[in-house]
């Protein structure tokens, strides 16, 4: 074990100080865990029952909580679902959007300028977009 020096204080101890209480460890619920593993798949009862080796009653037991599977079933689990067996007890991670959010104001595009057309390329700041963003105005020619 460690001694941090008073100057330098540890995470843990800058998050007590800051009244920052880390949160309680929920416990996991496997039979609705893996009954949700299970329908992400698209997979039936009987289909998941017959990948995995269990019997249907088996596998509908541990899902609705009537029944604590031993190792044995919980490695045919995870084989079945293609996972490994810590996955079983890993919660879901929280469904969230992970966009990027670009603000390009009027006239602080980038100006590709043509002899017909002048496009004002927006959202510069995004790398990896799947599309390119662009204002285009349309030049009116007269002859």
Same mark, same amino acid.
């Given at each position: 074990?460690?001694?941090?020096? +008073?100057?330098?204080?540890?995470?843990?101890?800058?998050?007590?100080?800051?009244?920052?209480?880390?949160?309680?460890?929920?416990?996991?619920?496997? /039979?609705?865990?893996?009954?949700?593993?299970?329908?992400?798949?698209?997979?039936?009862?009987?289909?998941?029952?017959?990948?995995?080796?269990?019997?249907?009653?088996?596998?509908?037991?541990?899902?609705?909580?009537?029944?604590?599977?031993? !190792?044995?079933?919980?490695?045919?689990?995870?084989?079945?679902?293609?996972?490994?067996?810590?996955?079983? !007890?890993? +919660?879901?991670?929280?469904?969230?959007?992970? /966009?990027?959010?670009?603000?390009?104001?009027?006239?602080? /595009?980038?100006?590709?300028?043509?002899?017909?057309?002048?496009?004002?390329?927006?959202? /510069?700041?995004?790398?990896?977009?799947?599309?390119?963003?662009?204002?285009?105005?349309?030049?009116?020619?007269?002859?």
């Amino acid at each position: 074990m460690t001694d941090t020096p +008073p100057h330098e204080p540890s995470l843990i101890r800058l998050a007590r100080e800051r009244g920052h209480a880390a949160p309680d460890p929920q416990p996991l619920d496997l /039979g609705a865990r893996v009954r949700s593993l299970r329908k992400a798949r698209g997979l039936t009862l009987e289909q998941a029952a017959t990948q995995a080796g269990l019997a249907r009653s088996t596998r509908s037991k541990i899902e609705n909580g009537q029944m604590s599977p031993t !190792f044995e079933a919980l490695k045919k689990l995870a084989i079945g679902l293609d996972i490994s067996v810590p996955q079983l !007890f890993t +919660p879901p991670k929280d469904a969230r959007v992970s /966009g990027r959010m670009a603000v390009t104001r009027g006239g602080e /595009g980038e100006a590709h300028p043509t002899a017909t057309y002048e496009h004002e390329l927006l959202a /510069g700041a995004l790398t990896k977009k799947a599309m390119l963003p662009c204002r285009a105005r349309v030049r009116a020619q007269f002859r």
